[in-house]
């Protein structure tokens, strides 16, 4: 069943987070995952929802691959080049 990593990041070092993100695009791609929302605009429609600076989707095929991805070697080198470049919520949910 197909998993949805969500993240939401507040860039603090534009430069620094060019790095990462070309780690974590890497690493994405090595375990099946695929961008679904990758920073566009959004818009809050309802509730007390605060938009978030950056959001990303990811689609990966299972929640177990999306933790395979989140704990591999190669997202860990992209989590410690962003450390001072972002601050970063991140969930995972099972889809339909």
């Known amino acids: 069943m197909a998993a949805y ?3 939401e990041a507040s860039v603090t070092d534009p430069v620094a987070y060019e790095t990462y993100k070309q ?3 890497t690493a994405i791609a090595q375990y099946g995952g695929r961008y679904l929302v990758r920073g566009g605009a ?10 978030p600076p950056r959001l990303v989707v990811v689609e ?6 999306a933790k395979k991805f989140y704990d ?17 919520n991140m969930l995972v949910v099972q889809g339909i």
């Open 5 to 7: 990593l969500l993240a």
């Open 23 to 25: 780690l974590a695009q």
């Open 42 to 51: 959004s818009e809050v429609l309802e509730g007390g929802w605060s938009k």
């Open 60 to 65: 990966f095929e299972s929640v177990e691959q």
């Open 72 to 88: 591999s070697p190669e997202y860990r080198a992209a989590r410690a080049a962003r450390k001072e470049a972002a601050d970063m």
